[in-house]
Structure formats: structure tokens, C-alpha cells
């Protein structure tokens, strides 16, 4: 039977999948979405260039091309399958878990409210959620663990939730499931019956598995797996009693837990018997022989580490042959798995008829289409960006009004204070709080726009969308979305990349998101450009745009190439199904984010913005004499390679603060803009204006990149880098532009 790659497959192709190659890491990842060879597949979308969308196993599925060319799959003349047309004074601590795109947010939030803690995994820059509830008298503390697909450690999400789930200490998992994409959720809980901690299965989304045509008997299935399940609609939460009972009552070991452990296929079975029999001697504590075992099967490299270390040299060399010789074990145990699984899925679960088109499928035709849903997705981010400037810089102008309003009055009702004072409270602090204010309008706008896309489950197909551009710079498809949004401001933007799961790629995105010019810069990029160039100032502005995006994506291939060495993102992402999003989730969520920026980056918001005043006001209460100004002297050498004056320079450094303070600065220092233009030359004022947009970004967006990369060196290396770039560009500009 002929064998092709899934690459050269066109939309509404049949096919069965016959060999994976690429090594154990793509191999493995490959396998717990559930492409091992028997599986069928149907493709809704394929492209040359693009990522592809796939129907597989009751889930749709996108694969970057890289991913896809190591699929071989031969065509399948008939397909039955449904999945092309569907789409006591102590505490217990329980782990939640779950896939992503499960609900597991939702029935965390359930079960917490507003009683949670949000900090980072000891040495991790992976959020680590905490909660706690009473129920009966005692106390439960919940911790949600990262969402993974399968316990195989591609990442550092799944690396902490293993992790957890075999030296973590809780009494109990609870497995969040999704009722509309079962056999998927129940690969995740087929590795993990093999640990030591029990489960309880809390089957979400049932309403979700109901509009699909989908009939889940929860009972069949408590009896199929041999422990406890939960059916649940998180989003209204219905089932949290019977949760919250049923936890108590397996604590309290009135409910018997007698799981049905699937088993490995029987070509490899006496490989993992003589394989166990190897490594008893040498297992590390806390490790279960037979999972770790299979483990080692799968190729996991961090599993395979840890028992080189522990296992003698010579006994090694006898496991490493038996390991090398079944490298194929990983899918007769993936395929064991998806077996399990499926024998599970007849027993408890009813399928609509291969006719019915679900709403999934109806909306993906259009919404996954390269110029419909392309034009869809232009048109979202459109509506999410007039929603948040539109209601946001509204009550943003207002609450500086108010701010000032507050700081004149300050002014006044305390004549007999020093001056000094009386300024560092007007300004230096009020002025302070007065910025972290104004970013918040925009702020809760955004991130509730955010976790409303995120929750319907459109977010993963903006992603798929835009991965086709995205990756030509190492970065994922959700990196659309926060480069997009930095045009209206840098700070939320930063914020928002926290929605990408590749900490490489949300680094690189995150240090690449201030080269583009937000509102603020645009505003001043428009009056100067008014002023110096007077007919010809939109052809300036909309060039210096042009400038930034083109730097943006050169400095984006240099990055990927030289500081994160070409590393490929992969691109395997589960389209979720459409459903109506939870709105207690979304004001969780929104309310945990706007916490951590006041937190965190207003905190260095206030003090920077306090030192800066205090060196724009200091000795003499006037800034041409004050410490900036004299750095500003200190710096007119530099200064003159760009044909700037000193002043000029002062402006620049005010504009830290905020961008728009470098007019206000000229202003106070020229009189008004247009003297400066009449004595500054056209080159030099181009210049100025490529310094100026490529400048160091503000201390909000400071604040922000530190906040997110929670790394002093990554923050500093943005300014220099921002500050090298606008230097070197502004002194060549002026000195070409001064031959003509």
C-alpha cells in the first residue's frame, strides 16, 4: 500500500496513518494527540506554506507543515467515521489537571471563587495557581496544574504537572475531562493510572457534548474506568455539589476505586517485562516501576537522564541496546492507549449519525478559511481594538483630568509648603498614580476581550490562522494577536503574551512587541512630523511605520537565529470546540491579570516615575538646570552626530516616562514646537523623528517586560538593544540625509 506525507493531502481527503518519523520527541508528541499508525484522519484545511487543520479521533487538530511532513498516511477510499462531519480541622490537597481547552479553569474557579493564589513554580516562570474551599468541615486546598496533554515532558508546563503528580504530595487528582472530545481527554488518564495518587474524573462540558449530538453515559463509564466520575457543566455550575461530595466521600473511602489499567499491545509486552526487571533494582524514589518503564519505551529524554544516572554503566548498556532496538514501542503503546480508549468510547458513548454537520464544523468552514477566516480574523481584532480604545481612552483622558485636577488643588490648599514638596506630590507621585490609573481602562478592556476569544475557543483558530507569517520568525500564531495590539499600546500587549505557551516563543515575541509604535508615539510621530515637514508629513509618519514593522521583523529572524539558534516552534495545536464562554471565568481571569500588573509592574511604574521627576526637578526646580538637563549637556557630543541640540536630548529622556512628555518637554524648553522646527535641518529632524520611534519604550512597558520575563537581563537587553538600534539608525539618517 502506497505511503504519502500528510503534507501532500488536499481538504476532504480521507486516510489512515501508517508510519511517524522524526525522532522520539516529535514521535511522542505526535502519538498523545493521538497520530499513531491504524488512526484515521480526515483534512478540513491544508496549505503550501501554512499549518494544516485535521479531524482525528473526535478532535480537530493543527499541525505546522514541519509536523505534518513526518505523518505517512495512505488514502482511505471509505470513511465511517463521524469526526469529518462533526466536529475536620485537616486539609487535603487535590491536584487538578487536565488537557488543555478542557474547562479545567472553570471548574477551578468553581471550586476556589475568589479564595485563590497566583504566584510561579519555585524556579519557574510557569504560574502556579493555588486555592482553597471548605466543604463538611474540612478544608481542601486545590492546586491547578498546568494544562499537558500527556505526561511525556515536551515542555515546562508538562514538566511541572508530572512532576507534581508523582512527588507533589496530594492526596487525590481530579481529571478534568471534556465530554464532546472523550477519547482525547482519556489518553491523559490512561498514563495517569499508573500513578501512585488516585483519580476522580470531573466529565465537563456535557451541555458542549450534547449540542454535538454526542451522549455521554456517565455511569457506563464510571464502570468502564473503575473510578469515580463527575458529570459537569462547569460554566453554570451544575455538578459542583456532586463534586465536592464525591471528593469527601473517596477520602473518606466510601466510594471503592478499582481503576482498569490499560495495558501495552502484545508485540511489546515481554520487552517491558524484561525491561522492568532491569531497572527494579535501581528505581529513584517515588517512581512507579511500570510507568517508569514505559517511559523509557517512549524515549522520554528527561526519564531516560535520570535512570542513566541511577543505573551502573555496564547494566546500562544492556537497557540502552533493548531500548534502541524498540524504538517502535512508543506507538504500540500510544496505540494501546487510544485502544483503551476507544473500547471505553462504545461502551459509554453514543454518537450522532456521520450525517450530522455540528456547529463546530459549520463555523470552521468559514472561520479556518486562508481569506475568509483570515478576513474574520481581521475583522475580530478590529472590533476587540475599537472596543478597547474607543471605552478606554475615554475614561483614560478623564482620569487625567481628574489627576490633575487633584494635583493643582494640591497646589493650592498647601501654599506654605516647600515647593519641592508640593511638586514631588503633584507630580512625582501623583503623576505616578496617575499613569498606573490611565493604563487600567485599557487594561481590563483588553484582557476581558482576551479571555472572552480564549473561552469561546477561537483563539486556537487566530493562531492556526496566523502561523502561516508567524514562524518565518521562530514564533507561534498567537503572537498575532499581541504584535497587533501593540499598535494601540505596548503595555497590555506585553501582557498579552502570556496567552502563548511556548516560553521561547514568548519571550522572543515579548522583546520584539516595543519596535512597534503604539498610539502614544503615533501621536507624537503626527505632531512633529506636522511641524518639520509640514505637506509631506504623512508620507514621513506612514514611513517611520513602515521603518519600525521592517526592523521589527529583521531583528525577529536575527533573534531566532543567533540568540535562540533557528529553535523550530512546533506547531500541534487541538481546535477546542465553539461554546458559550464562561463569564465568572473571564472576571477571574481579568481580575488575576489587572492584580499582577498593579502588583508588579505599577510598583515599578511609581518608583521609576518618582525618580525621574526628581531628576528633571532637582537643584534648581527648573529643568534646563536640573540633573537631566546636565545629563543632557553630558550627552550633546552624541547628539551632534545627529544634528540634535541638548534639549533636544532632554526631551528624549523625558519621554521614558511616557512618550507624549518629549512634546511637552520641547515645549517647555523652545517655547513651542514650531521654533525648533525653524532652527533644526530637514536631516537632522529625520533624524530625530527615527530616534525617536525606535527609542527606548516607556516605564510601563518596562515594567512589563520584566514583569513577564521575570528576568532583569532580558529587560536591560531590550533597552540596549532598543537604544543601539535608534542610535546607530538616527546618526546614519542625519549624516546621508546632510550630503543633499
Same mark, same amino acid.
Given at each position: 500500500m502506497a505511503m504519502i506525507q500528510l503534507t501532500e493531502l488536499h481538504p476532504g481527503t480521507n486516510a489512515i496513518i501508517r508510519h511517524l518519523d522524526g525522532g522520539h520527541s516529535i514521535i511522542s508528541r505526535l502519538a498523545a494527540m493521538g497520530f499513531t499508525p491504524g488512526g484515521s484522519l480526515s483534512v478540513v484545511r491544508s496549505s503550501e506554506t501554512g499549518p494544516l487543520l485535521i479531524c482525528l479521533r473526535g478532535s480537530r487538530v493543527a499541525l505546522g507543515q514541519g509536523e505534518a511532513s513526518h505523518i505517512f498516511v495512505s488514502l482511505a477510499e471509505e470513511m465511517t467515521s463521524p469526526v469529518a462531519e462533526k466536529g475536620c480541622g485537616c486539609e487535603i490537597t487535590i491536584a487538578l489537571t487536565g488537557q488543555p481547552n478542557v474547562g479545567k479553569s472553570s471548574v477551578f474557579n468553581l471550586l476556589t471563587g475568589l479564595n485563590q493564589h497566583v504566584g510561579n513554580w519555585t524556579g519557574k516562570t510557569v504560574e502556579n495557581k493555588e486555592g482553597k474551599y471548605h466543604y463538611s468541615d474540612v478544608n481542601f486546598r486545590v492546586v491547578d496544574l498546568p494544562g499537558t496533554y500527556s505526561l511525556t515532558a515536551s515542555s515546562e508546563e508538562e514538566r511541572i504537572a508530572r512532576d507534581y503528580l508523582l512527588h507533589g504530595g496530594s492526596e487525590l487528582a481530579v481529571v478534568v475531562v471534556n465530554a464532546a472530545s472523550l477519547e482525547r481527554s482519556l489518553y491523559l488518564v490512561a498514563e495517569m493510572l499508573l500513578l501512585p495518587v488516585p483519580l476522580v474524573i470531573a466529565l465537563n462540558m456535557t451541555d458542549v457534548a450534547e449540542q454535538e449530538g454526542v451522549k455521554v453515559d456517565p455511569r457506563v463509564l464510571e464502570a468502564a474506568l473503575g473510578i469515580p466520575v463527575v458529570p459537569m457543566v462547569a460554566a453554570?455550575?451544575? %455538578?459542583?455539589?456532586?463534586?465536592?461530595?464525591?471528593?469527601?466521600?473517596?477520602?473518606?473511602?466510601?466510594?471503592?476505586?478499582?481503576?482498569?489499567?490499560?495495558?501495552?499491545l502484545p508485540a511489546h509486552q515481554a520487552i517491558l517485562d524484561d525491561l522492568m526487571g532491569r531497572i527494579q533494582p535501581y528505581l529513584p524514589a517515588g517512581y512507579p516501576p511500570r510507568w517508569l518503564a514505559i517511559k523509557l519505551l517512549e524515549g522520554d529524554e528527561e526519564i531516560t537522564a535520570l535512570m542513566k544516572t541511577a543505573i551502573p554503566a555496564k547494566e546500562w548498556e544492556g537497557v540502552e541496546a533493548l531500548l534502541y532496538q524498540h524504538e517502535d514501542a512508543i506507538l504500540d503503546i500510544a496505540g494501546a492507549r487510544y485502544e483503551w480508549a476507544a473500547r471505553i468510547m462504545r461502551a459509554a458513548v453514543e454518537e450522532p449519525k456521520v450525517t450530522r454537520a455540528s456547529l463546530t464544523a459549520n463555523l470552521d468552514r468559514v472561520l479556518t478559511h486562508p481569506f475568509w477566516g483570515t478576513l474574520g480574523l481581521l475583522l475580530i481584532l478590529g472590533a476587540v481594538f475599537w472596543l478597547t480604545y474607543s471605552i478606554?481612552?475615554?475614561?483614560?483622558? =478623564?482620569? *487625567?483630568?481628574? $489627576?490633575?485636577?487633584?494635583?493643582?488643588?494640591?497646589?493650592?490648599?498647601?501654599?506654605?509648603?516647600?515647593?519641592?514638596?508640593?511638586? &514631588?506630590?503633584?507630580?512625582?507621585?501623583?503623576?505616578?498614580?496617575?499613569?498606573?490609573?490611565?493604563?487600567?481602562?485599557?487594561?481590563?478592556?483588553?484582557? =476581558?476581550? #482576551? %479571555?472572552?476569544?480564549?473561552?469561546?475557543?477561537?483563539? *486556537?483558530? =487566530?493562531?492556526?490562522? *496566523?502561523?502561516?507569517?508567524?514562524?518565518?520568525?521562530?514564533?507561534?500564531?498567537?503572537?498575532?494577536?499581541?504584535?497587533?495590539?501593540?499598535?494601540?499600546?505596548?503595555?497590555? =500587549?506585553?501582557?498579552?503574551?502570556?496567552?502563548?505557551?511556548?516560553?521561547? *516563543?514568548r519571550l522572543l515575541t515579548t522583546l520584539l512587541i516595543p519596535l512597534i509604535p503604539c498610539t502614544a508615539r503615533m501621536a507624537v510621530i503626527t505632531v512633529l512630523a506636522a511641524a518639520f515637514f509640514g505637506?509631506?508629513?504623512?508620507?514621513?509618519?506612514?514611513?517611520?511605520?513602515?521603518?519600525?514593522?521592517?526592523?521589527?521583523?529583521?531583528?525577529?529572524?536575527?533573534?531566532?537565529?543567533?540568540?535562540?539558534?533557528?529553535?523550530?516552534?512546533? &506547531?500541534?495545536?487541538?481546535?477546542?470546540?465553539?461554546?458559550?464562554?464562561?463569564?465568572?471565568?473571564?472576571? $477571574?481571569?481579568?481580575?488575576?491579570? $489587572?492584580? %499582577?500588573?498593579?502588583?508588579?509592574? %505599577?510598583?515599578?511604574?511609581?518608583?521609576?516615575?518618582?525618580?525621574?521627576?526628581? #531628576?528633571?526637578?532637582?537643584?534648581?526646580?527648573h529643568i534646563e538646570q536640573s540633573y537631566l538637563g546636565m545629563v543632557g549637556r553630558f550627552l550633546e557630543p552624541v547628539g551632534s552626530l545627529m544634528g540634535l541640540p541638548w534639549p533636544v536630548l532632554v526631551a528624549l529622556l523625558a519621554s521614558i516616562i511616557a512618550k507624549e512628555n518629549a512634546v511637552a518637554t520641547l515645549a517647555v524648553l523652545y517655547g513651542s514646537v514650531a521654533v525648533l522646527a525653524a532652527s533644526l535641518p530637514l536631516a537632522a529632524a529625520l533624524a530625530f523623528m527615527v530616534f525617536l520611534v525606535l527609542f527606548i519604550p516607556c516605564v510601563g512597558t518596562v515594567a512589563a517586560i520584566r514583569q513577564e520575563t521575570k528576568s532583569w537581563k532580558w529587560t536591560m537587553g531590550n533597552i540596549g538593544m532598543q537604544l543601539v538600534l535608534s542610535l546607530s539608525l538616527a546618526i546614519a539618517v542625519f549624516q546621508v540625509g546632510r550630503l543633499f
Open positions: 453554570r455550575g451544575t %455538578g459542583l455539589k456532586v463534586l465536592q461530595e464525591t471528593i469527601l466521600q473517596f477520602y473518606d473511602h466510601a466510594i471503592p476505586y478499582q481503576p482498569r489499567v490499560p495495558s501495552i478606554g481612552s475615554p475614561i483614560q483622558v =478623564a482620569l *487625567s483630568k481628574g $489627576i490633575n485636577t487633584l494635583a493643582q488643588a494640591l497646589r493650592s490648599s498647601w501654599p506654605f509648603q516647600p515647593g519641592w514638596f508640593l511638586e &514631588f506630590l503633584a507630580v512625582g507621585l501623583l503623576g505616578g498614580i496617575g499613569m498606573i490609573l490611565t493604563f487600567l481602562p485599557i487594561l481590563v478592556i483588553f484582557f =476581558a476581550s #482576551l %479571555g472572552f476569544l480564549e473561552d469561546t475557543g477561537y483563539m *486556537s483558530r =487566530a493562531a492556526f490562522l *496566523s502561523d502561516r507569517w508567524m514562524h518565518k520568525m521562530g514564533l507561534h500564531g498567537k503572537s498575532f494577536m499581541p504584535i497587533l495590539l501593540g499598535f494601540g499600546c505596548n503595555v497590555p =500587549a506585553v501582557l498579552g503574551t502570556r496567552i502563548i505557551e511556548s516560553r521561547r *516563543s505637506q509631506y508629513a504623512f508620507w514621513i509618519s506612514w514611513g517611520l511605520v513602515g521603518l519600525s514593522l521592517a526592523i521589527m521583523i529583521v531583528v525577529g529572524l536575527l533573534l531566532h537565529h543567533f540568540f535562540f539558534e533557528n529553535e523550530h516552534v512546533p &506547531f500541534i495545536m487541538e481546535l477546542p470546540l465553539y461554546h458559550v464562554p464562561n463569564m465568572r471565568t473571564i472576571g $477571574i481571569y481579568t481580575w488575576e491579570n $489587572i492584580l %499582577g500588573f498593579l502588583k508588579k509592574a %505599577g510598583t515599578t511604574i511609581l518608583i521609576a516615575t518618582m525618580i525621574i521627576w526628581a #531628576l528633571a526637578y532637582f537643584p534648581s526646580g
